[in-house]
């Protein structure tokens, strides 16, 4: 079994600005007058427990989704941001399938392109 090491405070950290950056948006600031009319919400309504139970509910996915990025990145072997921008938009894929295939590929004897489909 493979075991990740993953850091917690940069993890916290991602899904806190995720979450932040999600209230900015909807705040009266940016967006959440036509925000409110488009799922016609009312200003006077009084669904405070409602709105406090989605704030939660979206730091959680934020969480959850900040967790998961980390995993992926992990997984990918990028231990910087140049190496997984440069893994991300690279023409060749890179990463632990890409070593898996070249290894299965160089234990099975080559044939030669014919042109003609092998499939049944």
């Given at each position: 079994m493979h075991h990740l090491q993953?850091?917690?405070w940069a993890i916290?950290?991602?899904?806190?600005?995720?979450w932040f950056i999600?209230?900015?948006w909807y705040s009266p600031v940016l967006f959440a007058k036509p925000w409110m009319a488009m799922?016609?919400?009312?200003?006077?309504?009084?669904?405070?427990?409602s709105?406090?139970?989605?704030?939660i509910a979206s730091f959680l996915g934020s969480l959850v989704t900040s967790l998961m990025l980390a995993h992926v990145a992990i997984w990918s072997g990028a231990s910087?941001?140049?190496?997984?921008?440069?893994?991300a938009f690279s023409p060749?894929?890179?990463?632990p399938a890409t070593s898996m295939k070249a290894a299965r590929s160089s234990s099975t004897p080559s044939?030669?392109?014919t042109g003609s489909c092998a499939c049944s």
């Open positions: 993953f850091n917690h916290l950290v991602s899904a806190l600005i995720q999600g209230a900015l799922v016609f919400i009312r200003k006077d309504s009084s669904k405070k427990n709105m406090i139970f989605g704030m910087t941001s140049d190496s997984s921008c440069g893994s060749r894929p890179s990463g044939t030669p392109a």
